[in-house]
């Protein structure tokens, strides 16, 4: 079975349309294209109690964002402000480049 190839980029802003933090904007961490999820800072924030590591140090607990299937979010366009699937366009120098659905400004 082949996935799709995944439209968003390290570094975009998305906006969250469901779960439990529905309507929350933030910026993409990391991608797991295989997974069709992506990383979104301060986003889907867990819980993870981690043991000590050496003699006399404590345990702690860490809130860590844990990965969100990429369908449950939307790319916010740069100039538009709003949130946008992403198309494609053929650029000057014959490259496929990310567009903005809404206003066909480049992301």
């Not at 109690?49 to 449950?72: C, D, F, T, W, Y």
């Amino acid at each position: 079975m082949t996935t799709a190839k995944l439209k968003i980029k390290k570094g975009d802003t998305v906006k969250v349309l469901s779960g439990k933090d529905k309507g929350k904007t933030g910026k993409v961490a990391g991608t797991f294209p295989k997974d069709e999820r992506i990383i979104v800072e301060n986003i889907n924030m867990q819980t993870r109690h981690r043991r000590p590591r050496r003699q006399g140090q404590k345990g702690e607990k860490v809130s860590l964002a844990m990965p969100i299937h990429a369908s449950n979010v939307l790319v916010v366009c740069g100039s538009c402000g709003k949130p946008t699937r992403i198309g494609y366009q053929v650029g000057q120098d014959k490259k496929k480049v990310r567009s903005c659905k809404k206003c066909k400004n480049l992301i």
